[in-house]
């Protein structure tokens, strides 16, 4: 179980590392939104997200609430299959947000 950070690569490219789980979330993960105002589009690479539940979705709506509401363009990369998983369940997963590393990898062969 670890923590969540939120670590700025920089041209709008953050890395969320850790645990997207209820057991992981505290009050200023929840209220982490100040990465979404950063710049006007944003990427959150999903790469290092060990583990995913409910309450990781959860707060990647708020994020996606928030983020539209500030009038952000925000895509999640690199999304962990326990989060794709649950997206679908909900009826999230063609959410325009979501980008498949299938999709990145048919991007990067487009551009090579």
């Given at each position: ?59 990647i709506l708020e994020w996606i609430k928030h983020a539209r509401s500030k009038r952000v363009q925000l895509r999640f990369i690199n999304m962990p299959v326990q989060l794709v998983n ?27």
């Amino acid at each position: 179980m670890s923590v969540v950070n939120i670590v700025n690569e920089g041209s709008g490219r953050f890395i969320v590392d850790g645990d997207l789980t209820f057991s992981t979330m505290d009050k200023k993960t929840v209220s982490s939104f100040a990465f979404l105002t950063a710049t006007k589009q944003i990427n959150l690479d999903l790469s290092k997200v060990g583990n995913a539940d409910s309450a990781g979705l959860a707060l990647i709506l708020e994020w996606i609430k928030h983020a539209r509401s500030k009038r952000v363009q925000l895509r999640f990369i690199n999304m962990p299959v326990q989060l794709v998983n649950l997206a679908k369940l909900s009826g999230l997963d063609n959410m325009s947000y979501f980008v498949s590393d299938a999709s990145n990898q048919a991007d990067n062969n487009k551009s090579a």
